[in-house]
């Protein structure tokens, strides 16, 4: 049986730490974490990589529902399988057999999502160049003013400690409270090693991705844009 998987390059700490914990050690295509801001985008580069593989049979796929980035996809070269997850937030912090339910109001922070190019801390310093600290400041205050509470992510994959000064320059800036929330990668050690139970989408090779195949999973969440991946 032969395995690959295509991933975003915001859970490479978090798929790593699988591929080594399950030794399942499949070839990874890592998808730049910046297809996230447009799912349509998205959408267009998996398909792209799905159907420049070949002599594969299944596609494990670590992305959840990504603002329906997935719906539309077809499994045009093998078996495409990925979790039944609104996105990757719901994928790190969802514990087995227990329905996720968001924290409202939370912007999410991970390693990979603080290291990424598009992080709050980077698009913070662009408009501390642009705009000088106090308009940044209230650019930022304005741009999440919906949010009461920067939660970051401790997936196991990292030490949370070496980010902990990160978040807190980030949430006070933003004048949000900061948070640390325990989660886990059980979902991804499943994905690569099975079984391919409630938890997962499975489409066979030669089927398109629709509703049907997310089942009562599928939710409004699903159609909002996460901060996070």
């Known amino acids: 049986m032969k395995n690959i998987i295509i991933a975003c390059q915001t859970l490479m700490d978090e798929l790593n730490l699988a591929i080594n914990e399950t030794c399942r050690k499949y070839p990874v295509i890592w998808v730049d974490s910046d297809y996230h801001s447009d799912p349509n985008r998205l959408k267009l580069k998996l398909q792209q990589e799905i159907d420049g593989l070949a002599d594969i049979d299944n596609i494990l796929l670590a992305y959840g529902f990504c603002g329906n980035a997935v719906i539309g ?5 093998a078996n495409l399988i990925f979790p039944k997850t609104d996105d990757c937030i719901s994928m790190v912090l969802s514990k087995p057999g227990e329905e996720f339910q968001r924290m409202k109001a939370t912007y999410f922070l991970t390693k990979g999502w603080i290291e990424s190019p598009k992080s709050l801390m980077m698009e913070y310093s662009n408009a501390l ?13 304005v741009m999440l003013k919906h ?6 992510i401790d997936t196991g994959a990292y030490r949370v400690a070496d980010y902990i000064e990160k978040a807190r320059k980030i949430a006070e800036i933003t004048d949000l409270d900061l948070i640390v ?45 996460s901060n996070f991946f």
Request: hydrophobic share 30%; charged share 30%.
């Open 129 to 141: 160049k642009r705009y000088g600290e106090n308009r940044a400041k209230r650019i930022f205050r």
């Open 181 to 225: 929330e325990k989660g886990g990668i059980w979902l991804l050690k499943k994905l690569l090693t099975g079984p391919y139970d409630d938890d997962f989408c499975f489409v066979k090779k030669g089927q398109e991705v629709d509703i049907s195949h997310l089942g009562y999973h599928y939710s409004e969440q699903t159609h909002q844009k």
């Open 73 to 77: 996809l077809t499994a045009s070269t």
């Open 147 to 152: 949010y009461n509470q920067l939660m970051i």
